[in-house]
């Protein structure tokens, strides 16, 4: 998907949208949030009952343009937070349909648009215009995922913002809440990418809880749905040690040896994501992970035994 050019037009309508503290499309009420990420609602229509004039022409006009504007806004605070971006491998971008745009880019868009601003006092305009400024240049304060996610599903009906937002409260531990989401990306009517992130997600928030042979099982369900991705392996392999399942390690060690993981250099970089995590204790090898790939082969796959050194040196 090409990233879509944001013209003056947009841009303004857009500006004078965000200083409009009534705004229905850019302000989202805290308690509107999870229930809006938890279910299927039709997206906002031109006709809607209290949109402003400015409101009604983004939607006609730029319903695309905004929302891959807040879904890429969303993924950026996910990544860019320091409490959840660690967790945050760079795979989870929409099945690479669309990739993130430089900072650079986003930096000169904004620069450019403020530029043109005209002087005014008026607090309204100057928060809408702050507001502006922080979905456009990052990195994003005060405006979370979840905030960011919501508005976007009023634009477009689609599941990266809720894979997002799922991702997001299962690195700072709110499974109850990650899982809640999940569910909604699993109802059946998604795409089967968005499915198996989803369930990548979902695996997350189990291995933050500490239940990791649910987060194998989960994960384990992402793999067999075939994307040709070789992150989901190396995850099913760590939380199989972590559980000590035996049977589920080597399950995942055939699956890697039969050609799960044909990306080398995307299952290296996960373990290298694992071997960070490690070492600043985000995650703590269990003494059943430690026996249990002691015994195991670690020398009969490059990948596996990769994996193995980053869990136990």
């Known amino acids: 998907m090409t990233t879509p050019i944001f013209d003056a037009n947009f841009e303004g309508l857009l500006r004078e949208a965000a200083s ?3 705004s229905l499309l850019l302000r989202v009420d805290r308690a ?10 039709a997206p906002a229509s031109v006709a809607m009952a209290g949109l402003s004039k400015v409101e009604r022409e983004l939607l006609a006009s730029y319903r695309c343009e905004l929302g891959f504007l807040l879904r890429q806004a969303a993924l950026n605070s996910l990544r860019e937070n320091s409490e959840t971006g660690p967790w945050i491998d760079s795979s989870v971008t929409d099945d690479r349909r669309h990739e993130q745009v ?15 601003r005209p002087p005014c006092e008026d607090s309204a305009v100057r928060d809408g215009s702050e507001f502006l400024g922080r979905l456009l240049a990052g990195p994003v304060s005060g405006v979370s995922t979840p905030q960011f996610a919501a508005a976007s599903l009023r634009l477009e009906p689609r599941d990266e913002p809720r894979v997002y ?20 990306c699993l109802d059946g009517t998604g795409g089967t990418s968005n499915h198996a992130y989803a369930l990548e997600v979902a695996a997350l928030a189990q291995a933050r809880a500490g239940r990791f042979q649910l987060a194998a099982q989960s994960i384990e369900r992402a793999c067999a749905l075939g994307l040709p991705r070789s992150e989901p392996p190396i995850r099913w392999l760590f939380y199989s040690c972590q559980a000590a399942d035996l049977s589920a390690a080597q399950k995942a ?3 890697i040896q039969d050609g799960g ?15 960070a995590q490690i070492r600043c204790g985000a995650w703590v ?7 249990m ?14 994996l193995f050194h980053a869990l136990i040196l």
Do not use: M, Y
């Open 261 to 275: 993981a044909p990306d080398v250099r995307a299952a290296n970089s996960a373990c290298e994501d694992l071997r």
């Open 32 to 41: 509107q949030i999870l229930p809006a990420l938890r279910s299927r609602e």
């Open 293 to 306: 790939i002691r015994n195991l082969d670690i020398g009969s796959d490059p990948l596996t035994g990769r």
């Open 165 to 184: 937002t799922a991702a997001h409260l299962a690195a700072t531990g709110t499974t109850a809440q990650s899982i809640a989401v999940v569910r909604a």
């Open 102 to 116: 430089p900072r650079t880019a986003w930096e000169a868009a904004v620069s450019q648009s403020l530029a043109e």
């Open 285 to 291: 090898i269990t003494a059943g992970a430690r026996e």
């Open 20 to 22: 409009a503290k009534d």
């Open 253 to 255: 060690i055939q699956f």
